[in-house]
C-alpha cells in the first residue's frame, strides 16, 4: 500500500560520540547535510550523556536519542535531563524512548518489565505535564505523584517550560496505536516497504483516536547501508546477524521483533532460526535466516539500485531514514554517509509523481 503523505526523506545517522572519532562523525555528519544523529542506549554507554557531548560541537543537526530505556530513569528525572538537553543544543534535541524488554530491564536495571505500554503513556503524560511547566501531581496506574501517604509535596519545575519533541519505539499493535495518539514519531525498524500498513495503519487509527492524522507523527526507520556489486553475498551476510535478533533479543514467549517478522510473513521462518538458535547451533540458525530478509530491511546495492530503494521508502510514506553506514574507519563511514546523502537529494529533487 502507498501512503501519499511525504515526498521528500530526510537523512539520519547513528552515532555514539563518546570519544573524538565519534565526535568527528557527528561533526561531518552536520556538514553533510545529515538532519539528525541518532544515539543508542542498551547496556553499554547511557545516550544521554552523548547527546551532550555532540551538542557542544554542533550547531544545527538534531540530537535524538534512538532509545532511551524506560524504567530505567523516573519521569521526572527523565524530564530533567531532556529539559537540560534542549535547553543545551538550543531546541535541537529529541527524545526518543522505548520499554526496551524484559532481558535488559529485568536483568541489567533491575526493574520490573510489567505494562510497558501503560509505563509508556504515564511516562510521556508527567514528562509533558513538568516540561510544560505544570504542577506535578499524577494518579496513574504505574506512577503516583507525589506518593499516597507520604510526605511528599507536588512541585513544578523550576526551570521555564520547554517543548520536548517525543518519539516512541514501538513495534507490537498496543504500542504502534499509543504512538500514534500521544507521541510526536515513531522510531521503526524490522519493517519492509511492502508491509508497511502492518505499522502504519495502526500508527493512523492511534492518531485518529487523538483528533490527529498521520501526518502529524514523523515516521523514521531504521536500515544498514552497503554500497556494493555483490548484492547477493551483501544480502547473505546481512541476514545472517538477525539470527542473534531473532534466537537471543527474547525469549520463546516474549521477542518483540520476531513477533513483527511474523505480522509481515516471516513467521515461519523467524521461528525455526529461533529453534536452532536456542537448541545452541548458531552457525545453522544464521544460515537459515532468508537471504531476502538482509535484502529488503537495509539498503544494499549500487547506487542505482539504492536510489531505487529510497524512492520505495519515500514512497511508502517513511518520512525519515536512521542510516547506519558501512565502514571500519571514520573515513570510510563519512565516504559512505556522503554517497547515501547525495542519492536521498537525488530523490528529494525529482518531481514526485
Not at 93 to 100: D, E, Y
Not at 300 to 329: A, K, M
Amino acid at each position: 500500500m502507498e501512503y501519499e503523505r511525504n515526498m521528500t526523506l530526510r537523512l539520519g545517522t547513528w552515532a555514539q560520540p563518546v570519544d573524538q572519532p565519534g565526535l568527528d562523525y557527528v561533526i561531518e555528519a552536520e556538514r553533510l547535510g545529515v538532519d539528525s544523529i541518532w544515539v543508542p542506549e542498551y547496556w553499554g554507554y547511557d545516550a544521554l550523556t552523548q547527546i551532550a557531548a555532540a551538542a557542544v560541537v554542533t550547531d544545527r543537526i538534531r540530537l535524538c536519542t534512538g532509545i532511551v530505556q524506560l524504567g530505567t530513569r523516573t519521569p521526572a528525572m527523565l524530564a530533567m535531563s531532556a529539559m537540560t538537553l534542549q535547553h543545551l543544543s538550543n531546541g535541537r534535541f529529541v527524545l526518543g524512548l522505548g520499554a526496551s524488554g524484559p532481558q535488559v530491564i529485568e536483568g541489567w536495571h533491575g526493574v520490573h518489565f510489567a505494562r510497558p505500554v501503560t509505563r509508556t503513556r504515564e511516562t510521556i503524560e508527567i514528562l509533558r505535564m513538568v516540561t510544560q511547566g505544570e504542577r506535578l501531581e499524577y494518579d496513574g496506574v504505574v506512577h503516583q505523584l507525589p506518593l499516597p501517604g507520604g510526605e511528599g509535596k507536588a512541585l513544578r519545575s523550576a526551570v521555564p517550560p520547554v517543548d520536548v519533541p517525543v518519539f516512541v519505539a514501538s513495534l507490537g499493535p498496543a504500542n504502534l496505536y499509543l504512538t500514534g495518539a500521544v507521541a510526536d514519531g515513531w522510531i521503526g525498524n524490522s519493517f519492509f516497504t511492502e508491509t508497511a500498513d502492518v505499522f502504519f495503519d495502526v500508527i493512523r487509527d492511534g492518531a485518529a483516536s487523538t483528533g490527529r492524522t498521520l501526518d502529524d507523527i514523523e515516521l523514521t526507520v531504521s536500515v544498514g547501508v552497503e554500497l556494493t556489486d555483490d548484492v547477493d553475498e551483501a544480502a547473505q551476510r546481512h541476514a545472517e546477524g538477525f539470527a542473534f535478533t531473532f534466537g537471543a533479543m527474547g525469549s520463546v514467549s516474549s521477542n518483540f521483533y520476531n513477533n513483527a517478522f511474523a505480522r509481515q510473513g516471516w513467521g515461519d521462518d523467524v521461528a525455526e532460526v529461533q529453534r536452532l538458535w536456542l537448541a545452541g547451533d548458531r552457525e545453522a540458525a544464521a544460515k537459515r535466516v532468508p537471504a531476502e530478509i538482509g535484502r529488503r530491511t537495509n539498503l544494499i546495492g549500487p547506487p542505482d539500485e539504492i536510489r531505487s530503494r529510497l524512492r520505495e521508502y519515500r514512497d511508502c510514506g517513511v518520512t525519515t531514514l536512521r542510516i547506519g553506514p558501512s565502514g571500519d574507519t571514520l573515513d570510510e563511514r563519512v565516504a559512505s554517509l556522503a554517497q547515501i546523502a547525495e542519492l536521498v537529494a537525488d530523490v528529494n529533487n525529482e518531481t514526485a509523481v
